[in-house]
């Protein structure tokens, strides 16, 4: 079983920071990743970025150069700090315990968090 809790969320304007956390607690073998992904209202949920348990990251182009995924596996958390925020990365964002291969491409699991609202007002 996994599970998946989301915290961090929060009303910030437009070029400040949050910092997202994600707790995963997995005894599932297969699962070498995680990943954040993000929903606004309207459109397709999207991945932001996602790190391998062995600290290899990939970010989607919106968010390159803001937006910092890292990991704490003694507290088996990933976090998500989001810096120069802009009033289009408003969404709800959302954790995914994962998998990737050699080809660095990530599969999603059906592990979901609940999600955590970020909204930046401009």
């Known amino acids: 079983q996994v599970q998946v809790v989301e915290s961090g969320g929060g009303l910030v304007q437009a070029g400040g920071s949050l910092k997202l956390s994600c707790a995963v607690s997995?005894?599932?073998?297969?699962?070498?990743?995680i990943a954040w992904y993000r929903q606004a209202p309207g459109k397709q949920r999207e991945r932001v970025a996602y790190i391998s348990n062995g600290g290899r990251t990939n970010y989607d182009d919106s968010v390159k150069g803001r937006f910092t995924i890292s990991r704490d596996n003694t507290k088996n958390t990933v976090y998500l700090q989001m810096d120069s925020l802009k009033p289009e990365d408003t969404a709800v964002y959302y954790c995914?315990?994962?998998?990737?291969?050699?080809?660095?491409?990530?599969?999603?699991?059906?592990?979901w968090g609940q999600g955590t609202q970020v909204t930046v007002s401009s």
């Open positions: 997995t005894s599932t073998f297969n699962i070498n990743a």
């Open positions: 995914n315990a994962g998998t990737t291969d050699i080809t660095r491409k990530y599969y999603p699991t059906n592990y």
